[in-house]
């Protein structure tokens, strides 16, 4: 089972939630895999804390040239819909940051002159904690796409009972990349005008992907009651409300898990996760 747990914006607690499900999950002695496919920011490792055991470079493909055989026939340029290749009057220019490795240009290329090459745009980091089984993705600083290497994160998941994405937040690719394949959805929001507003664009995301969803609101009742308005008038299925607790703030602060600072939290995550995964399960029937 894949559950993949989203917000339309950040700061909504969105690997709070994860990692807190992914470790109560894990302490109920089910194989659990928690994947940070937030590769600009990932922040999961902070309160998991897993001993890494390894890591592993994040490659692409994309083209070489051998200028010595181009013929200048301009068909690598015509095909390539990013424009990562331009070929000119005595010279081929290269803008590897926006190729997307469709081999397109070495496909179409009469004389041979282009080859597939690849390079290294992020690494994964692979640890446990317990029986958990944490996968981190890093984008390399100045790359300008994510989804090659979300893409790495989730390939490397070994076989587990329970697999927890914690996606990027938005509604951008990466996003999509993220939770398309998911069993279930949660959408981690707070009861504010700014994350209504983006809970709106995920939920249309969501929706448009064909993907069951719920929505989790975190520090209820620091807000207005406009977001379970808006739940109840779309028919969406609010799972849990976190109350706005200032202990949960300081324990998150100290890098510890909601989960072990309070035993509330350690219920109200035990609960949340049983309510997803007889959801999920009754869609997967």
């Not at 690997?15 to 999961?44: H, I």
């Not at 697999?163 to 509604?171: A, N």
């Not at 005008?193 to 069951?212: C, M, Q, S, W, Y």
Request: proline share 6%.
């Amino acid at each position: 089972m894949r559950i993949a747990v989203a917000s339309g914006k950040g700061g909504t607690g969105k690997t709070t939630v994860a990692t807190n499900l992914a470790m109560t999950a894990s302490r109920r002695g089910k194989r659990v895999v928690y994947l940070d496919c937030d590769v600009e920011e990932p922040n999961g490792a902070l309160f998991l804390k897993p001993e890494i055991e390894r890591t592993e470079p994040v490659s692409v493909s994309v083209p070489a040239v051998d200028k010595s055989k181009c013929t200048g026939c301009g068909l690598c340029g015509k095909i390539c819909q990013y424009s990562a290749i331009l070929p000119m009057k005595n010279d081929v220019l290269l803008f590897l940051e926006l190729c997307h490795g469709c081999a397109g240009c070495w496909l179409v290329c009469p004389t041979g002159a282009i080859r597939e090459s690849s390079r290294t745009t992020g690494q994964l980091q692979i640890g446990r904690v317990g029986g958990l089984t944490c996968v981190q993705g890093l984008l390399n600083i100045g790359e300008a796409m994510s989804p090659p290497v979300i893409r790495a994160v989730k390939a490397s998941a070994p076989e587990a009972d329970l697999v927890v994405l914690d996606s990027p937040p938005g509604t951008s690719c990466p996003v999509i990349e993220s939770v398309r394949d998911a069993d279930f959805v949660l959408l981690v929001t707070e009861p504010t005008p700014f994350g209504l507003n983006d809970l709106r664009l995920a939920v249309e995301v969501i929706r448009a992907l064909g993907l069951p969803f719920a929505v989790a609101v975190n520090r209820a009742g620091m807000g207005d009651d406009r977001t379970q308005q808006y739940c109840e008038r779309e028919g969406i299925e609010i799972l849990v409300e976190i109350p706005d607790d200032r202990r949960v703030a300081e324990a998150y602060s100290r890098g510890e898990m909601a989960c072990d600072a309070l035993p509330e939290q350690r219920l109200l995550y035990d609960n949340l996760l049983q309510q997803i995964e007889s959801r999920a399960a009754a869609r997967v029937q």
